[in-house]
């Protein structure tokens, strides 16, 4: 069974930072690339960042010299380090191991006060 689980989410001030995770099991993590989306209230889902299976990483121009996406794969995790964070981040973060084929994780509430 294959489970993907975010988790670092949380409350955080306008210029704060938060991270998370994205854990895996039951694939083998290293043959995946892997995505960071985000969906705010009334707004549709954004992809935010993904990282190739070989490290190549693409961000969305909103989140870019802010966040940074990360993997070990021998933890099968993936990171998303967000600094600088604006309000305009508030959304639920999900993970995505495979892209639309892929799994997807339950998503975890980012939110940054003003």
């Known amino acids: 069974q294959v489970r993907v689980v975010e988790s670092g989410g949380g409350l955080v001030q306008s210029g704060g930072s938060l991270r998370l995770s994205c854990t895996t099991s039951?694939?083998?993590?290293?043959?995946?690339?892997v995505y960071w989306h985000r969906q705010a209230p009334g707004y549709p889902r954004e992809e935010v960042v993904y990282m190739t299976r070989g490290g190549t990483t693409t961000y969305a121009a909103s989140v870019k010299g802010r966040f940074t996406i990360s993997r070990d794969n021998a933890q099968n995790t993936a990171y998303l380090q967000m600094n600088s964070l604006k309000p305009e981040d508030t959304a639920v973060y999900y993970c995505?191991?495979?892209?639309?084929?892929?799994?997807w994780g339950q998503g975890t509430q980012v939110t940054v006060s003003s």
């Open positions: 995505n191991v495979g892209g639309k084929a892929g799994y």
């Open positions: 039951g694939i083998r993590f290293s043959d995946y690339s």
